[in-house]
């Protein structure tokens, strides 16, 4: 998160199709599908701690570093993170049971929606780029549903029984 934040306040990134969007989109699209990956290893009790300490220690990093520039995009950062992973793990949970790959899928597309939405109109007051950015965030969502499909067959069911 705290490279995604200083990216997101520097600079932007084409995500194709005409789109650009600010660049820490990539980081928070991986997060997106590592976190579904942790919670299906460890639970959810396990992960959602870690979801709020990684929002709270992002805003706490950039504000020891002096990064005021950063300030308003840590919060709205942190807001963002926090609400589209919590409504991730909701949708996540139940549907893991009948498909890991479906349920990163559905949970890391529906984070990414709130996620997007939340950021562009805290961060910057608009949401003049969410296309962009639920487009480069779903390139690693799309990324990381291979990859768990691909997983799933490497890996036996009941290594991932929790």
Do not use: H
């Not at 699209?29 to 959602?48: C, I, N, S, T, Y």
């Not at 992002?58 to 005021?68: F, Q, V």
């Not at 296309?131 to 799933?152: D, H, N, P, S, W």
């Amino acid at each position: 998160m705290i490279l995604a934040n200083w990216l997101a306040a520097r600079y932007r990134v084409s995500v194709g199709f005409g789109r650009e969007a600010p660049a820490g989109v990539f980081c928070i699209g991986a997060v997106l599908v590592l976190r579904d990956w942790l919670q299906q290893l460890k639970g959810l009790a396990w992960v959602m701690p870690l979801v709020y300490a990684a929002g709270l220690a992002s805003w706490w990093i950039g504000d020891a570093a002096g990064w005021t520039s950063l300030e308003k995009v840590a919060v709205a950062s942190v807001v963002a993170f926090t609400v589209s992973e919590t409504v991730e793990a909701v949708v996540f949970t139940p549907v893991r049971r009948l498909s890991l790959t479906a349920g990163v899928l559905c949970s890391a597309t529906v984070g990414n929606a709130l996620d997007s939405y939340l950021f562009l109109r805290l961060a910057f007051g608009s949401e003049a780029f969410f296309l962009g950015q639920f487009l480069g965030k779903g390139e690693m969502i799309a990324l990381g549903t291979v990859l768990t499909l691909f997983r799933r067959r490497l890996v036996p069911t009941y290594a991932y029984s929790r």
